[in-house]
């Protein structure tokens, strides 16, 4: 079946990189999601990739994809203590019923 | 406010009571998601409607659980005789065709149930 894995927890120091590492096992995902979830708050996405592409970089955020060992990470630079959240990593497949399955997210601690 | 929006935020409620929650997707969503997500988990999908089609509900957690989107705008997603591991946030999430092929969903601020 699909599992997504995540290490729960990260700590920076604001200003610092941040990477958020996740793996999946499903050798047919399509699409990788990056979704963030503040306290209290419904899930946002942050960015996506589509799994014939290596690297999608957004503003701070570069996402790197190596599909042969189904590895994705997040990469937030300068991080913010604004950027202390949670982070989802999520895939699915093309076509179908859209569904993404989820991983159980980290969370991002930035101190100053 | 033209995002997803949910009712009520929290709900609590004593074991073996019915509860409904009530979700209205961005306007012109034609697609809508509900999950589950427990403390320290990711979303867990439950079901899915395209207009006021249920096509997929094989995931929703037992008999208890049933959703309904009549009209093709709202939905509510109804929970009978609770128990204590009901207890959770519950999501609702909208997505269009022109999400694009990713098909980006917007996501509630959630339904926290507690259940006594």
């Known amino acids: 079946g699909e599992d997504v894995e995540q290490s729960l927890f990260l700590s920076v120091r604001e200003g610092d990189s941040s990477v958020i590492n996740c793996t999946y096992t499903d050798s047919s995902s399509t699409y990788l999601y990056w979704y963030k979830q503040e306290p209290g708050a419904g899930l946002q996405l942050l960015t996506y990739?589509?799994?014939?592409?290596d690297m999608k970089q957004d503003q701070r955020l570069t996402v790197l994809l190596n599909k042969k060992d189904k590895h994705l990470s997040l990469r937030i630079a300068d991080t913010q203590t604004g950027d202390s959240a949670i982070y989802f990593c999520?895939?699915?497949?093309?076509?179908?019923?859209?569904?993404?399955?989820f991983g159980r997210g980290t969370s991002l601690i930035v101190h100053p | 406010d033209t995002g997803v929006s949910q009712d009520p935020r929290h709900k609590i409620t004593k074991r073996g009571q019915n509860v409904t929650f009530r979700c209205d997707p961005i306007s012109e969503h034609n697609r809508l998601y509900w999950y589950r997500q427990t403390l320290g988990q990711g979303p867990e999908f439950l079901t899915y409607?395209?207009?006021?089609?249920?096509?997929?509900k094989s995931r929703l957690l037992s008999d208890r659980f049933s959703a309904e989107r009549p009209k093709g705008s709202f939905s509510t997603l109804e929970i009978q005789r609770t128990e204590q591991g009901d207890s959770a946030m519950y999501l609702c999430?909208?997505?269009?065709?022109?999400?694009?092929?990713?098909?980006?969903?917007?996501f509630g601020p959630g339904t926290r149930l507690t259940v006594l």
């Open positions: 409607f395209q207009n006021e089609a249920q096509l997929e």
């Open positions: 990739i589509f799994s014939n592409m």
């Open positions: 999520a895939e699915r497949s093309s076509g179908g019923s859209y569904i993404p399955t």
């Open positions: 999430a909208s997505s269009t065709r022109t999400s694009g092929r990713a098909n980006e969903q917007f």
